[in-house]
């Protein structure tokens, strides 16, 4: 390793090495307890979830928090702000509330359920389709196409990524040699899928039954 001067630099997302590792342990102290949940759900769950990691915002996500999915210009974007709390579009055309669970799964409620919100969700997936999204498409084994290092994803949705990819990985072992695809065309039901309202989204951004 090179010898670097040591220099004074702003760092607001706490890049540095030992931030990082920091970062990551305490996104990685949640075990798994309860009642057994199956490897489908699981997967529907991780769908969501590494859809919602697409969104953009500029904040650090913290668990039992609920915030806001929004798309404006074609664009994912996850908000502090309620709807409710602004009279104008200013954050675009609502979604759903999100709240971050200990487990770093993503949930879903309060949808909006106006016949339009498909197509504008549509219109945000379908630009990530062979980017963030490609994995639920990518012909090679889930253990491979888990993020458990982004480098397109901003400094905490990538870490949030990792720590997302390890839950799954440490739940679901068995299905790791195989693709999320095949896994989708084993299983049916939502998996292979991106559900987020009363319809789902393949990879494409299409909605399917």
Known sequence: MKNIPVTKK?????????????????????????SA???????????????????QFNFKPVTNTHYYLYVKNQTLRLSLIA???????????????????????????????????AEHL???ITPLKHTLLSDFNADVPLETALPYYDERLPFHRRVMANALAVQVRDRIPEALPRSFKALGKQYGGG???IPLL??????????VS
């Open 83 to 117: 709807p409710r709390e602004w009279r104008d579009d200013r954050f675009g055309y609502y979604i759903c509330r999100c709240l971050l669970e200990e487990s770093m799964f993503w949930r879903v409620s309060d949808k909006n359920q106006h016949p339009d919100t």
């Open 191 to 193: 998996v292979g899928k």
């Open 122 to 124: 549509a219109s945000a």
């Open 10 to 34: 702003p760092n607001p997302q706490g890049k540095g090495l030992v931030a990082v590792l920091d970062e990551l342990d305490s996104r990685r102290t949640y075990e798994c307890s309860g």
């Open 37 to 55: 949940v199956s490897l489908s759900q699981i997967l529907h769950d991780y769908a969501i979830s590494r859809l919602i990691l697409c969104a």
């Open 198 to 207: 009363h319809e789902s989204f393949d990879a494409d951004g299409k909605v």
